[in-house]
Structures are given as C-alpha cells and as structure tokens.
C-alpha cells in the first residue's frame, strides 16, 4: 500500500502541537492518525506507546515515572484504553506547561476518549482526522474517493473488489471488537441492523420513533445507539439551525454515515455502476461533499436548516464573520430554487454555493454562484471570494 502525504493535515497537526502542551488527534478507527503521528512528530522509537499493545499498557501503570520529560513529544496511542491516564497528564503538565509535551490519539470523542476540555481545560488542543481529503488523492480521482471512500487501506486498495472485502471486514470488527473497546457492549448482529438501517436513512432527519418500532427496542434505545457510533466518529449529527423567524422548523438532527465507503457496503453497493443505480445515489454525494467540507471546516459551526413548508438549506457555515449556505446537488447544469432564495432571506446567508458535479463556476443569481466539487474542495480561494463579494 503506497503512503499518501497528507499535507494539510500534517501542517495542522504541527500547528497545534506548538500551541499546547497536549494535543488531542481523534479519528475513527483506521482513519490513519499513527501514520500522520509518526510523518509529523519525529519522537524517538522510546517516546511512542500503542495502548493496544500490551506490554506499553503495563509500561503506564505507572506513568509518573515513564512519561517524564525529556524534551520530546511523547505520542500514546489509543489512549482510551487508559482513562485513569490522564489525571496523571494534568499532573505532569502542570509541572512543566512546555507545548508539544504529549500527543494523545484516540479513536473515539474527546468527552469518550476521557480527555475533555474541562479535564485539562488551558492545556489540551484538539485536531480531528477524517479519511483521505480529495486534495491528498487529486482532483481527477474523486469518483473512486466517493465510491471507496477516505479510509486509507480501503481507498489505496489494490481493486475495488479487495476495498469492498477489506470495508465488510472493517464493520465486522468494528461492531463486534471495537465498540466494546470504547465502553458499548451491545450485541453486534442488533448494531449492524440498527447501522443499516441508518445507512438507508442518510441524509435524512432523526426518526428515532420509527427506527425503534423497526428493529423492535426502545426510542431510549436506539438514542444510546446512535450516540454510541456518533462517539465513535462513524456517523454525524448534523445539528438542525433555528432562523428567529415565524415559520415552523425542523428541530431534529440529520444523521449521515461520515464515510461513503462504509455506507455504499452497508447498503450493499459494490461499483460505481451499482452507486448511479441505487436510491441512495444523490444523498451520497451530498454526505461525501459535507464530510469533505467538514474537515476543513468543521469549526465553522456546522448545521443545517429545513422548514415544514419544504424549505431547506443543506450545510450551513460561519466563517470568518460570514454566513454562507451550501446546497449540494449531483448534476452540472444547477439552477436556482425558490427555497435557494428563502434560505438566503431566512438565514440572512452572505451568499449561497451550489456545488455541482461538474467543472464550471457561474453565477446563477447575486448572492447565489454555483461551483464544481472539485474547484470546490482542492482550491483555497473559492470560498473565501464567495464570502467577501457576490463572485
């Protein structure tokens, strides 16, 4: 499997390890954050633990005497396999408050992981990794980062075949190792029809109601399942935005399954050609342009807004003091929409983006442009053209 540079992230990482003296890299399981650990931070061999490993979790029995400071950044892998770890840390730190001290990974939330912000508050920085970024790839291979999705092993496959066989294993390990590891002992074979069951609703809003009376357990249930793989970083929820206007909104969350490679095996998709076929076909390039926008983005307050009068604005961000709307459709001759134009009034936007399938930028009205997904996601001055002027 060929390594990719993951440039923007690398940068990121090294950015906030100057800023704090611990760091917190989050991402879901096999995202790559020991591979971007080890290309970023230059420790030596002695100054990386894999909580995975036994023989490092029994090194830390007593961390007062292993994590001493020697002037390198000590990397702990997997660290919410230790949560009585990081009193300890706060302990150590305050010691010597020197930025770049430790780098934890976990796969997992920070609240999950057990390093909060109120935990270490003034001391702890937080970076998110998500899978393979289209910039990382290149702009001509986006069809195969949205068929396999941004997870490495599965988008570096050798064919499509062998990411498909390598995806169904991920899942399997995933809901029958990995969530117990993070503290949720639920039976798998219930998790994966629970988890497919989210995948055919994607892109849709929360119906906790209806999932339950589906798979045949509590409403409270199923809200434990869903926050259960929220924490684990395998599913969003996007958080509904409230206009202060008059008319009904939508106030539930809407749920995406963060990696489209994940999705089209949970819904049994195994080629492009099965992906254009399937009904599911339109909500995943919505989900596949969110979870791209989102990790360059994922700061800038992220929502979404619908109305019971039908309005509907798809992504809604706050950057740099501005507001802007992003609609996202599969097709490369966009037009503009009543509700385009009501979400722009409602929602005061700055302007509104209308990302396209294909290469062009056009202005469709004064504050609406519509823009290729490619231009989109590898360029950095789109976004900030379109949020000063109408472009």
Known sequence: MTLLE???????????????????L???????????ARQTIHSPRDAFFDLEDYRDLALLAEPALVLRDTGETIIIDEAQRAPGLFPMLRVLVDENRRPGRF?????????????????????????????FRLTDVGADRINELWLRGGLPESFLASDDNTSNLWRDDYISTFLERDLAG??????????RRFWTMLAHCHAQRWNGAEIARSIGVSATTVRRYV???????????????????????????????RDSGLLHRLLGINTMHDLQRHPKFGASWEGMIIEQLLARYGRASPSYWSTHGGAELDLRLELNGRVLGFEIKR??????????????????????????????????????????????????????KLGETAA
């Open 227 to 257: 926050d259960a793989l929220s924490d684990a970083l395998v599913v969003r929820q996007l958080p509904p935005w409230h206009a202060d206007i008059s008319k009904r909104q939508v106030r539930s969350p809407r749920l995406y399954v």
């Open 331 to 384: 097709t490369d001759r966009p037009t503009t929409t009543k509700s385009m134009h009501v979400a722009i009034t409602d929602l005061e936007l700055d302007h509104l983006l209308v990302v396209h399938a294909g290469t062009r930028r056009f202005r469709l009205d004064k504050r609406i442009t519509a823009v290729g997904a490619t231009e989109l996601l590898t360029s950095d001055t789109v976004i900030p």
């Open 103 to 131: 780098l934890i990974l976990g796969s997992a939330s920070p609240e999950l992981v057990g390093l909060s912000a109120e935990s270490l508050a003034g001391r702890v920085t937080f970076v998110e990794l998500s899978g």
């Open 6 to 24: 993951r440039s923007i992230d690398q940068e990121t990482l090294r950015s906030a390890v100057k800023r704090a003296p611990v760091t917190l």
């Open 26 to 36: 989050t991402g879901p399981r096999q995202a790559g954050k020991s591979t971007l």
């Open 182 to 191: 993070l503290g949720f002992r639920y039976p798998a074979t219930t998790m």
